[in-house]
């Protein structure tokens, strides 16, 4: 073929008052539904019919100018930018990273925890920011406590030993869940084994060593009445908090005695929100907002309607009833949570991964290391928000990314992150890799959002049936529907008997026939 030979023109199904009807359109509405049988006479020519009529309406309501009405364009607008997003993520690949924090769920680690904070001093005299510089001498702390560890000492004498009020903190976790630590720790956590000691691991403000004492399934969810006896003050005294467990106990006692437990919380419980619902509180699950000793003793119940001893808190002493255990945690029942959970935080680029890996294959994506390197180095020496960082790095005009038919440099990338620093690192590489992170994700998308209907005719397609069935309904609802029930048959046929004289139609019967089963 020549170069000025034309492009191969898509057979025609039917034309409407001069407007074509491309096969390709004509199959896909074919398949909506309980699709058409093509090999049958009877229900190809009922399609054709209604398909017929449908775009004799869509005609009308053009030549009335519907589709120019403000209220139309604004509504095919937000449709057009839901089905967008349909393309500019990869759900598949979405499902798959949700699957993962699902499975972490399901399983949770106990673990010992000694962390080492950057010095307070440095964050207020750096404004939080911290350099490869200021890293080592943390650092090299954190590894002289994991080389004790390795040479024999026990990981809880390495920790209490070196807890201090400033800057060590050493904890027993009875449970870590997913999202409770950043997620570089996260990641780390569950891939190690009961026994396992973590070598230093860097967060946002320091260092972290772990030992995973064991893997516990997850409890589920709880549902408890407790009665609830309050301190009459925030910081009570020894007196007052022993009046208040004595007060506690002797409801206690009438509760063990047989006395119905709702009655006695209407009747006893300070807790006056829910004292009138027999003291039925919402299910509590591990990781909530409640405090560490109910969640504690009320996961210990075993039994439904078991009840424990008084069981202090800050605010007072509260006796539980078990009044139901779930103990199966279902994906559907979480997914919304965890999706939630990962958008707001460092989980975010899991989310887009699979869907930023094709789309930079499709689109040549390319990111320049050695450029890329340069910048780092730099950040090595300035935070990326220091204006030493930025006037050096604005005088980088190396090409740093490549994407489709466009060109980033050094110093489009610096423009990009004195706009947008998106970040919550206070450690200098992290925090612009985040930002490149955030770069490289506005980029793909925007090269395949603009590729979505030079690549997608599928798109194009459900544009276009939003845009037929928009109009229709509009056009149907001024004729038809806003008319009194006893009247719409006639109107209806009266309406297309209008449209049959009034817009002409041809139907490409050769072609159709030739339509395989779809």
Not at 370 to 378: D, G, H, T, V
């Amino acid at each position: 073929m020549t170069a000025q030979a034309k492009e191969k023109k898509e057979p025609v199904v039917m034309t409407v008052s001069g407007k074509d009807v491309p096969l390709s359109e004509f199959i896909f509405m074919a398949k909506q539904g309980n699709g058409v049988d093509f090999k049958d006479k009877k229900s190809v020519r009922e399609f054709v019919e209604l398909y017929k009529i449908m775009k004799l309406k869509v005609v009308d309501a053009e030549a009335q100018t519907i589709h120019q009405l403000p209220r139309f364009e604004e509504e095919l607008e937000k449709l057009s930018l839901q089905l967008q997003a349909s393309y500019l993520n990869d759900q598949s690949g979405v499902d798959s990273v949700m699957q993962v924090i699902y499975k972490q769920m399901l399983n949770i680690p106990s673990v010992k925890h000694i962390y080492f904070r950057y010095p307070m001093e440095l964050l207020k005299k750096q404004q939080g920011r911290v350099l490869t510089r200021d890293t080592v001498a943390l650092y090299e702390i954190a590894l002289a406590a994991w080389q004790r560890i390795q040479n024999g000492e026990s990981f809880e004498e390495t920790g209490l030993s070196l807890k201090n009020d400033s800057t060590i903190s050493y904890w027993d976790s009875p449970y870590i869940l997913p999202f409770q630590l950043p997620k570089t720790l996260n990641d780390y956590l569950f891939t190690m084994k009961p026994g396992d000691i973590s070598i230093p691991v860097r967060s946002r403000l320091g260092f972290h060593l772990f030992q995973v004492d064991q893997f516990n399934p997850n409890p589920g969810k709880v549902k408890i009445a407790h009665i609830l006896s309050e301190f009459p003050s925030i910081e009570p005294s020894e007196d007052e908090i022993s009046e208040v467990r004595q007060k506690s106990e002797t409801i206690y006692r009438k509760a063990m005695a047989g006395d119905d437990f709702a009655e006695l919380a209407k009747t006893f419980s300070d807790d006056t929100i829910n004292a009138q619902n027999g003291g039925l509180l919402p299910e509590i699950a591990l990781g909530m907002d409640v405090f560490r000793s109910i969640e504690t003793a009320a996961f210990a119940l075993e039994n439904i309607g078991d009840i424990s001893k008084p069981i202090q808190s800050p605010i007072g002493f509260h006796i539980l009833k078990l009044i139901d255990h779930n103990t199966s945690i279902l994906f559907d029942e979480v997914a919304g949570s965890i999706l939630e959970a990962m958008q707001k935080s460092d989980h975010f680029f899991d989310l887009y991964r699979s869907f930023e890996e094709r789309t930079k294959v499709r689109h040549d994506f390319v990111l320049h290391t050695e450029a890329y390197e340069e910048l780092q180095r730099l950040a090595d020496e300035y935070f990326p928000l220091d204006s030493n960082f930025i006037n050096r790095a604005m005088e980088m005009d190396k090409l740093l990314v490549h994407c489709d038919t466009f060109d980033w440099t050094q110093a489009d990338f610096v423009h990009y992150l004195q706009i947008k620093p998106r970040s919550t690192h206070m450690y200098s590489l992290d925090f612009m890799q985040d930002v490149m992170n955030y770069f490289t994700h506005e980029i793909v998308t925007e090269m395949e959002k603009r590729s979505i209907e030079r690549d997608y005719p599928e798109f194009n397609l459900t544009m276009q049936s939003y845009y037929d069935g928009t109009l229709l309904f509009e056009i149907s609802n001024k004729r038809i529907w806003s008319r009194p029930p006893e009247e719409q048959d006639e109107l209806e046929a009266e309406w297309v008997r209008e449209l049959n004289e009034k817009y002409p139609v041809s139907i490409n019967w050769k072609v159709i026939n030739k339509i395989k089963n779809v």
